[in-house]
């Protein structure tokens, strides 16, 4: 192949991949009209699955991070087939469909689940409750921030922790005040992918959490709903998740960016 | 006083020796690969022996059930690349070793040890923006400020040029000589050996062979040993 046709192949592939990307996107606000649109604001659904969206997103990925980070630095500072099995594991979900993970988690925690059935017996129900879509969200959103933060733990100098031991730190504390800060952009951009696997989650909702307003109805959902109403309505719906969701994302890439200036 | 008696298996490289370092200055010289840094880690605690006894001022580090960790041995250690902190300047980088003292004592403390080493100028620099040599006096100011009973250095002056690396080692003799405490220096250059009291040579894990620069001069107990002596000065 010629240079030039080369070069015209790349530039063709680009254009072509980068418009398919950008024209969804792009119809959902380029078809909508204001009227439309503030209508679609106003809309019944929009404010309790807003809501619960931004708590229930943000609740897993405090909980995907917490965990997440200590598992990745157990895992990142171990070799082994224990440390290889755990790094697999953490990343099962990735591969599972949401609509899969849906039903093992209803299998697992339902009221006749593994878990769920003793859970129900206490007299604690999990299923069809705000906290299973938090639980939803924690498992098929978990192996985007683990992936990074092993990454992240391994790349960190061997030496820098010796010293730091070696300076009075305990390994705790050099953790914290070595591994974390050190890791800190890619933990952060991890974190970002995470939250935003976790805003989108529908399936693995859907089937162990259900679909109520105000309790189990996120903002995917509430899109889904909606639609089989009103366009209009789930069209707004759905530009304002995409302006919560770039909101969101550009706030975690400058905590990145500053984080990696410090 | 450090004591060492360790025997360790590292995949192929069968690791044993006994040393005893008073106030002086050990250089621990042998070719790549002998087991020279790992000695040092076998004694900071970051690698546990299979066997063996460490200890330091009549305290045991290592023994049979005894296994005290790096943060609590009080040995100093200054890695080949320095291993300064890339997230904190210079006097973080300093105090980071003196969380033990009130927040406050703690930045003067490490400020009066840059200027001990004459490096204040070094204090709220980026780490990533300093010379070799200023790495070297900031990473010594690091060790040094938690008044160690011991200093472990390991290839002190490798990721320097020749001109800076003979004013540091003249440097560097002055201040061991002040310090008066156990230091042990890993290096594969001859050069170094005019920093030693005594030279330890290393080959394939074990020391060869034992004793002050003159008596290895004058005996040398294997090839290794004869060549280190009789390479020609490269600086």
Known sequence: ?262 | MLEARVAKRLGTLDLAFELSVGKETLVVAGPNGAGKSSMLRLLLGSIRPDNGRIALDGRTLYAERIDVPPEERHIGYVPQDYALFPHLDGIGNVAFGLAHLPRRERRAHAAAWLERLAASHLAHRRIDALSGGERQRLALARALAREPRALLLDEPFASLDPSARRELRANLRTSLQQWRLPALIVSHDPQDAMLADRVAVVEGGRIVQQGTPEELRRAPASPFVAAFHQRPPID
């Open chain 1, 1 to 262: 192949m010629s240079r030039r046709a080369w070069n015209l192949v790349q530039i063709g592939a680009t254009a072509l991949l980068v418009t398919f990307l950008l024209l969804p996107v792009a119809a959902l606000a380029l078809t909508l009209g204001w009227r439309d649109f503030l209508a679609g604001i106003r809309h019944p659904l929009l404010a309790p699955a807003l809501r619960l969206s931004l708590t229930t997103s943000s609740s897993s990925l405090m909980l995907v991070v917490v965990l997440g980070s200590l598992v990745a630095w157990w895992v990142a500072r171990h070799r082994g087939p224990l440390a290889r099995a755990i790094e697999t594991v953490t990343q099962l979900p990735a591969v599972i469909p949401p609509a899969v993970a849906g039903v093992g988690l209803l299998l697992a925690f339902g009221r006749r689940g593994l878990v769920g059935a003793f859970l129900a017996r206490e007299g604690y129900g999990l299923a069809f409750t705000t906290p299973a879509v938090v639980l939803a969200e924690a498992f098929v959103s978990a192996p985007f921030f683990i992936q990074a933060a092993i990454a992240a733990f391994r790349r960190v100098d061997e030496n820098l922790l010796i010293v730091a031991r070696t300076l009075g730190a305990t390994p705790f504390r050099t953790f914290v005040r070595v591994a974390l800060p050190l890791s800190a952009p890619t933990l952060i951009a991890g974190a970002a992918m995470s939250w935003a696997r976790s805003l989108g989650e529908f399936g693995a909702t859907l089937l162990f959490a259900g679909n109520l307003t105000g309790r189990t109805q996120t903002l995917p959902l509430a899109v889904y709903t909606a639609m089989e109403t009103d366009l209009r309505a789930a069209q707004a719906l759905a530009l304002i998740m995409v302006v919560v969701a770039f909101a969101v994302l550009l706030v975690l890439r400058r905590m990145a960016r500053e984080a990696l200036g410090a």
